[in-house]
């Protein structure tokens, strides 16, 4: 029995789980590449395609401004969080940072169609137009760029770099743009990458709230959720847009996280 369970019996199963693991996630996103092999010329052609452009376009366009307003209202909330001390921090910033990026999508729709729909207590209907994107958008990625850019105000912290600075007269908005910024830019570029990718894939809040309308709220995501119902060669193109964007701005994200260990 213990000859059974030896340390090489051991460290052949931990390889074997390790490699069907690998084996399932990398193929399931290299399948996708090998299904379009069957029908290169249609899929080819469907990337021409106005409709998928359009959903393209326009999944670009709310992703990156969902990741100015990440960056230009993240980075505060995240220096408040990294700096400041009061009651109910800890609640409010898992309410804040954490709770948002595990929120169900389709959840999230259906509040913000309450908040800002037709019935919205604000009196605001911004329900099937680009504005929807955008904010159903920036409640899921946004908080990316918190979390990310929190975790390095923390560091620099308990460095104590921020008091020397302090000590030399600098006041706490030079210590701000003078410390925190320059020393946060790869993780600031790292977390605003991660917000990006996070947005292009986002689908419920913008399945709900933006709708689905050619050329005005159609994104790659609700594009694919619609025609993927009759595995057109549509879907398959507008599939691989969207990962294969996805997975080479997380690849970036990744070498910036390394690059930023290792400094």
């Not at 193109?237 to 690059?259: E, R």
Request: a positive charge.
């Amino acid at each position: 029995m213990s000859k059974f369970f030896s340390s090489k019996s051991l460290i052949f199963l931990l390889y074997f789980l390790a490699g069907c693991t690998l084996f399932f996630l990398v193929g399931t996103i290299l399948f996708q590449y090998y299904i379009a092999l069957g029908s290169l010329d249609k899929v080819l052609a469907a990337f021409t395609n106005d409709r998928i452009l359009s959903a393209l376009w326009l999944s670009i366009t709310s992703s990156i401004l969902t990741t100015i307003f990440a960056i230009i209202f993240g980075i505060p909330l995240a220096y408040v969080f990294a700096m400041k001390q009061f009651r109910g921090k800890v609640p409010l910033e898992t309410i804040a940072v954490d709770v948002p990026q595990t929120f169900p999508p389709v959840a999230e729709g259906m509040i913000f169609l309450l908040m800002l729909g037709p019935a919205s207590p604000f009196h605001l209907n911004l329900t099937f137009t680009f504005a929807a994107l955008v904010i159903a958008k920036f409640f899921i990625a946004g908080p990316f760029v918190v979390s990310t850019v929190t975790r390095r105000f923390r560091e620099i912290q308990k460095s104590g770099i921020n008091l020397t600075a302090r000590s030399l007269g600098a006041n706490p908005f030079q210590v701000f743009t003078t410390v925190f910024i320059p020393m946060s830019l790869t993780d600031i570029a790292a977390g605003s990458i991660l917000c990006w990718s996070r947005a292009m894939g986002e689908l419920g809040g913008s399945l709900i709230f933006a709708g689905v309308i050619p050329f005005k709220t159609e994104v790659l995501p609700t594009y694919i959720a619609l025609d993927a119902k009759t595995l057109t060669t549509g879907a398959l193109a507008a599939t691989i847009l969207g990962t294969t964007a996805s997975m080479l701005a997380l690849v970036t994200f990744k070498k910036l996280t390394l690059k930023g260990e290792n400094r």
